[in-house]
């Protein structure tokens, strides 16, 4: 499976299990799934739901900062990458 960088975390919220994210290149749907690579941190996840601004959208693009619900622990400066099925 290819990855292509589309963005970095920002910031998590622990009880939530919410990442927060800049995308810088691209675009991510629901559906997509990405990966978050670090120095603690390296999992996969499928994007259940996005959010901008607190509210639901189908997908997000380059510039946007986005919530997105996550299964592990991320850290700011972890990096996301979008799983691309060959």
Known sequence: MAEKKIGEVV????????AA???????????D???FSGHTTDFIDEV???EVDNKSVPKAVAGDFIGVKVSGR????????????D
């Open 33 to 35: 799934s990405i990966k």
């Open 21 to 31: 994210v800049k995308i810088v290149d691209g675009e991510l749907n629901v559906g």
């Open 74 to 85: 991320v850290r700011p400066g972890d990096e996301v990458f979008k799983v691309i099925p």
């Open 48 to 50: 259940k739901s996005l």
């Open 11 to 18: 910031k998590f919220f622990s009880k939530p299990s919410v």
